[in-house]
């Protein structure tokens, strides 16, 4: 059986990554998605174990401690992490899995698994990610601005990424990821660094 591929989604908060990714998951069944731990509330609407695994500070710590994590990282107050074991059995399986983490997250794959393939999406303009921030309303206003910093920065590292998707029209940015992950899954494009 032919190991599945591992593919890094990131990109500034409000670029449209959940919706592109649940788009790919439609589209390509050859394609499982890593529901990654987080200490963060759940918003209306999420599911434990669906969307991530909800942990208190205690239990993510001590899953840190027991070295379940692929990576994690802080973010924005919260604590996310994404379970290797689940990761392992997919690529495994022949199955390529996506991972929609943050910047510094990225990073540790990029660095521990350097045949990762790395995505970064993102808004057409600063203007339009904040516009997107504020229209999601699940955050206060001091939250909002921690993830517009945040933003700032995340779109500065985009070149460390091996594709970038512009994500404008939603109709062109829907087809650009799934033709980008079909040839990686193909096995047609590889990481910069594999
Ligand atoms: P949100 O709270 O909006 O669901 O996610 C906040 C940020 O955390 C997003 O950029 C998301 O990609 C990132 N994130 C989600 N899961 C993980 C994870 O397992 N590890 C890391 N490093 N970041 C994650």
């Given at each position: 059986m032919q190991r599945g591929r591992l593919i890094v989604v990131s990109g500034p908060s409000g670029a449209g990554k959940s919706t592109l990714i649940r788009q790919l998951l439609d589209a390509i069944p050859e394609l499982a998605y890593s529901v990654s731990a987080t200490t963060r509330k759940p918003r209306e609407g999420e599911v434990n174990g669906r969307d991530y695994i909800f942990l208190t500070r205690e239990e993510f710590e001590k899953w840190i401690k027991e070295g379940r994590f692929l990576e994690w990282a802080e973010y924005s107050g919260n604590?996310?992490?994404?379970?290797?074991?689940?990761v392992e059995e997919f690529l495994r399986s022949g199955l390529s899995v996506i991972l929609e983490i943050e910047?510094?997250?990225a990073r540790k794959v990029r660095d521990k698994r350097p045949d990762a393939v790395m995505i970064f999406v993102r808004a057409p303009s600063l203007e339009e990610t904040?516009?997107?921030?504020?229209?999601?309303?699940?955050?206060d206003s001091e939250a909002m601005e921690r993830r517009m910093t945040t933003a700032l920065t995340e779109v500065a590292a985009r070149e460390e990424f091996d594709h970038e998707i512009v994500n404008g029209d939603r109709d062109t940015a829907r087809s650009d990821i799934i033709e980008t992950i079909m040839r990686i899954i193909k096995g047609?494009?590889?990481?910069?660094r594999a």
């Open positions: 604590l996310y992490g994404t379970p290797e074991y689940r910047l510094q997250g904040r516009k997107r921030l504020m229209g999601r309303a699940t955050e047609e494009v590889d990481a910069k």
